[in-house]
Nanobody, 122 residues
Framework: QVQLVESGGGLVQAGGSLRLSCAAS????????MGWFRQAPGKSREFVAA????????YYAASVEGRFTISRDNAKNTMYLEMNDLKPEDTAVYYC???????????????WGPGIQVTVSS
């Protein structure tokens, strides 16, 4: 059973940057493909970015491509999301998740972190 915990969220002004981390325990991070999702108030959860277990393939939602960068360090059992040029519409609770499938669909992710708030002020 893999446990995931996010860190690095907070309040930032529009145009600013944040770096989220997702630490995995109870399992080997390198065994899973991993992703970031987010949910804004009153909206459904949406895919943000994903990275395959070897770090060789990256996937991004159109709304964040060019501004966000996903990466992972399997030796540290940690995944990251570097977020630049943040916009108020990026405000949401961000979740990291792990899956054994090659997918960007949240319903196929098996393990989830509790989530962390990111708030971007205008």
């Amino acid at each position: 059973q893999v446990q995931l915990v996010e860190s690095g969220g907070g309040l930032v002004q529009a145009g600013g940057s944040l770096r989220l981390s997702c630490a995995a325990s109870g399992g080997t991070c390198s065994s899973y493909h991993m992703g970031w999702f987010r949910q804004a108030p009153g909206k459904s959860r949406e895919f943000v970015a994903a990275i395959l277990r070897d770090g060789g393939h990256l996937y991004y939602a159109a709304s964040v491509e060019g501004r966000f960068t996903i990466s992972r360090d399997n030796a540290k059992n940690t995944m990251y999301l570097e977020m630049n040029d943040l916009k108020p519409e990026d405000t949401a609770v961000y979740y990291c998740a792990a899956t054994s499938r090659t997918t960007t669909m949240g319903e196929f992710y098996d393990y989830w972190g509790p989530g962390i708030q990111v708030t971007v002020s205008s």
